[in-house]
C-alpha cells in the first residue's frame, strides 16, 4: 500500500536520472499531471504524456539532458509529506539557490511553480523543490 504517491513519482524520477534513462513510466492521477505540466514549463523535462498501454493510466515522462548528458534534475526533493504538510503564503515563498532552482506548489488554482505563485500572489501547499 502506498500512501505517498506523489514521494513515489519524484523518487521515480530521481532513480531514473541516476541511471540515466531517457523515460520514466510513473501511475497517473490529476496532481501529478500538474507536476509533469510544470516541470516541462520549467525546463526540466522534455515532455510528457498519459498512456494507457496497461490496465491503469500511466504517465510517460521524457526526462531531459545536457549536451554531454549532464543532469538537469540534480535534486528533487520532497517538502510537505502525509504526516506534516507545509503551506507557505505567497510573501514567504524563497528563491530556490537565487532563483536556479524551483519550488512547486498546490494552489486553488493548481499545481503552479513558487514563480507563478509570487505572480499571482497564491499559496498553497509546498509540494516538492527541484535544482
Known sequence: ?????????????RNAVRVERATVEVPASKVKRGLAEVLKREGYIWDWAETTESKFPQLRIDLKYGPNGERVIRHI???????????????????????????????????????????????????????
Open 1 to 13: 500500500m502506498m500512501t505517498d504517491p506523489i514521494a513515489d513519482m519524484l523518487t521515480r524520477i
Open 77 to 131: 526533493k520532497r517538502v510537505s509529506k502525509p504526516g506534516r504538510r507545509i503551506y507557505n503564503r505567497a510573501s514567504e515563498l524563497k528563491p530556490v539557490l537565487n532563483g536556479l532552482g524551483i519550488t512547486i506548489i498546490s494552489t486553488s488554482r493548481g499545481v503552479i511553480s513558487d514563480r507563478e505563485a509570487r505572480q499571482r500572489n497564491l499559496g498553497g501547499e509546498v509540494l516538492c523543490q527541484i535544482w
